[in-house]
């Protein structure tokens, strides 16, 4: 479907360290217009969900994830639970649609 779906769904492992922050959730919005092409309005609503349901390690892996940022990717991976891997995971394939995109 989109790439960082597919990336998300293979990421299940743990490990090291990420600065995350609201750099993050920047990345999340413009990747959404970018790879999705989604209107503003959705973006901001994705951006604002990820902030308010995942934790920065969480936002910071899916920022690595929807940038395809493969070295980032497996460092923030490793900062990550299986379940918070899956919680992101569940976030990257349901926030469109709950976003009204």
């Known amino acids: 479907m989109f790439r960082f779906m597919v990336a ?18 920047d990345i999340i919005y413009e990747q959404c217009g970018v790879q999705l092409n989604k209107p503003p ?11 308010v349901q995942l934790n920065e390690n969480q936002q910071a892996f899916m920022a690595a994830q929807v940038t395809g940022n493969g070295a980032e990717i497996g460092r ?17 394939t349901t926030a469109i649609e709950a976003c009204g995109g």
Not at 8 to 25: F, I, N, R, S
Not at 76 to 87: G, H, V
């Open 8 to 25: 998300a769904g293979a990421a299940m492992v743990m490990g090291t360290a990420a600065l995350a922050g609201p750099q993050h959730l």
């Open 76 to 92: 923030t991976q490793q900062l990550l639970s299986p379940n918070e891997a899956i919680d992101v995971m569940t976030f990257m």
């Open 41 to 51: 309005a959705t973006c901001n609503c994705i951006s604002d969900s990820a902030g």
